[in-house]
């Protein structure tokens, strides 16, 4: 993506002139996410916020128009893009970050996975069996990160599907939730389905409830917290935030299940991130792809240390 700059803009800062054209974030947000990661140029000068543009100045912001733009051209508001952990002939590993949807939804036409997928790799739109969701075999929810795939091919998308359905997928999180835990190591086990008040909500015993599973080992204590390795052995929708939310043992920064009695910390991400994920890949060859938490996980976990 160039911009070019004309007369009528000269003189103003860079930063305003990006969020004129990214009206749906912030310039706090157009900050941290362009020129502190040294995205925004013009030639081989790197621009800070404070610049000033003149008549003529072509702003080279390729590398963010990603995080900008849809595969169809159409602005969506900006998202960190995922980053590529791995890359195969049949299928790509991504960590994704926390506040990405990894596919368009009927509520939200936002930035998503699929289009970072769609950008980076345009021939993944024919792979899979619906085309809003092109590649994409395995979800994470819009606030957790971390580690995902996605088929680059149809047999790829066949193989990883099932083993998906099959359970076959070995999945690991790093969860951090309210409370000390009360034992080292246990099992949460209790049949979820969708809420009678919410379509969009799983809930414990409501209507179509199926079996769910999910197994926890303590990693670290800290003053009213607990940081748990997290290993689910079904994968129904919100599975992990609500059987530790049912034990009273909710996700930090959950937006969903967290109680209003519980004092909460502020401006905190959901404190849930996949760590690691291992699928056999289509010749049979078991794979394995770790991912540790990004800088915004870690800064809480340090924080907590620094006050238990």
Known sequence: MKITIGPDQAGKRVDRILQEICSDISRSQIQKQFFDMGLVRIGDKTLTKHYRVKSGDVIDAQEIASRVLAHDGSARGV??????????????????????????????????VVDFLLSYYPPIKKVGDDPLRPGIVHRLDKDASGVMVAAKT??????????????????????????????????????????????????????????AET???????????SLVRV??????????????????????????????????????????????????????????????????????????????
């Open 215 to 225: 197994h926890y080992v303590l990693e670290e204590h800290f003053s009213r917290y």
């Open 79 to 112: 998202e960190v893009a995922p980053a590529i952990l791995f890359e195969h002939d049949a299928y790509i590993v991504l960590n994704k970050p926390s506040g990405l949807l990894v596919h368009p939804t009927a509520q939200s036409q936002e930035y998503t």
């Open 231 to 308: 290993t689910p052995r079904t994968g129904r929708t919100h599975q992990i935030r609500v059987h530790f939310f049912a034990y009273d043992h909710p996700v930090v920064g959950d937006p969903i299940y967290v109680p209003k009695k519980i004092k909460t910390l502020t401006n905190t991400r959901l404190m849930l991130h996949a760590t690691r994920l291992g699928f056999y890949d289509e010749k049979n060859q078991w794979q394995e792809y770790v991912c540790p938490p990004g800088k915004d996980f870690e800064a809480v976990l340090e924080l907590l240390r620094t006050v238990r």
């Open 154 to 211: 149809q047999e790829a998308f066949d193989v990883l599907k099932k083993q998906f359905k099959l359970r076959q997928v070995k999945k690991e999180y790093l969860v951090l939730v309210y409370g000390e835990m009360p034992r080292s190591e246990g099992d949460i086990t209790f049949s979820l389905g969708r809420s009678r008040h919410s379509p969009r909500i799983a809930a414990k015993s409501s209507v179509g409830s199926r079996h």
